[in-house]
């Protein structure tokens, strides 16, 4: 069975993120416009309040809206971000990103990130804008096939 073109994307990305590796991300789900991301919550990840750094959620939504608006096959770069923090989170709780599509036109993309705990609860609201760049992921004569 082949990979779809979101997938290729991702891993692709995701291969040479080193990043979003060291963050433990999982992927839990994707297809075009749309990611949804899983992690654990480590000590070194937290600050002098014993709780995690701002900066953690924050790049883990990131990763979510990066792989969601690079997924329809053109470079998509981040041009504006923002995130409210709602809760704090400690040390052994796991966190889900779902990226979703809000807006999509030739030149930019709108996306909301929705950072939830174990329970469910929103910890964090991010949203992003990206320029969609000329460049394909894979031109044509590059295309992957598995």
């Known amino acids: 069975m082949s990979k779809s073109l979101a997938?290729?994307?991702i891993d692709e990305m995701y291969e040479n993120d080193a990043f979003s590796q060291w963050?433990?991300?999982?992927?839990?789900?994707?297809?075009?416009?749309?990611?949804?991301?899983?992690?654990?919550?480590r000590v070194?990840?937290?600050?002098?309040?014993?709780?995690?750094?701002?900066?953690?959620?924050?790049?883990?939504?990131?990763?979510?809206?990066?792989?969601?608006?690079?997924s329809h096959g053109r470079k998509a770069v981040s041009v504006e971000t923002s995130i409210s923090h709602t809760k704090s989170l400690k040390?052994?709780?796991?966190?889900?990103?779902?990226?979703?599509?809000?807006?999509l036109s030739y030149?930019?993309?709108?996306?909301?990130v929705c950072v939830r705990n174990q329970i469910n609860e929103i910890v964090a609201l991010f949203k992003g804008t990206v320029y969609r760049t000329s460049k394909e992921w894979f031109p044509l004569e590059e295309k992957k096939s598995y």
Do not use: P, W
């Open 107 to 112: 030149k930019l993309g709108i996306y909301s």
């Open 23 to 41: 963050l433990g991300i999982e992927r839990l789900n994707e297809r075009t416009g749309y990611c949804k991301l899983g992690m654990t919550i």
């Open 44 to 70: 070194e990840m937290t600050n002098g309040f014993g709780i995690a750094h701002g900066g953690i959620s924050f790049s883990f939504a990131d990763s979510a809206f990066a792989f969601a608006s690079n």
């Open 7 to 9: 997938t290729q994307i």
């Open 91 to 103: 040390v052994g709780d796991y966190i889900t990103a779902e990226a979703t599509e809000e807006h």
